[in-house]
Nanobody
Framework: VQLQASGGGLVQAGGSLRLSCAAS????????MGWYRQAPGKQRELVAT???????NYADSVSGRFTISRGNAKNTVDLQMNSLRPEDTAVYYC?????????????????WGPGTQVTVSS
């Protein structure tokens, strides 16, 4: 499975950006898709995830400002980022998880995209 993100860039504080990610290389629906981010000198952290059923989860720092959604095309995910702040500056990574259950055994397969830079100037 390959993940390809688009939509990063430079924006002023208070502005908006929209990230999109599309998965290829699988015929299966990905159970979870979402976004993580990593700022310089910090650990990678969750931004938002959404299940194939549409259940979304947000980091407290972005709740109310960011909206995640599954795209109309299969295995795509979008992140609408509003009211951006300088502290949102980071490399944003698209993430996906496929869950399988065989003979009662659950396996999880995680996939990562190469990252896209988001820079918010003050």
């Amino acid at each position: 499975v390959q993940l390809q993100a688009s939509g990063g860039g430079l924006v002023q504080a208070g502005g908006s950006l929209r990230l999109s990610c599309a998965a290829s290389g699988t015929i299966f629906s990905l159970d979870v898709m979402g976004w993580y981010r990593q700022a310089p000198g910090k650990q990678r952290e969750l931004v938002a995830t959404i299940t194939s059923g549409g259940s979304a989860n947000y980091a407290d720092s972005v709740s109310g400002r960011f909206t995640i959604s599954r795209g109309n095309a299969k295995n795509t995910v979008d992140l609408q980022m509003n009211s951006l702040r300088p502290e949102d500056t980071a490399v944003y990574y698209c993430y996906a998880r496929r869950i399988t259950v065989r003979a009662g055994v659950r396996d999880e397969y995680d996939y990562w995209g190469p990252g896209t830079q988001v820079t918010v100037s003050s």
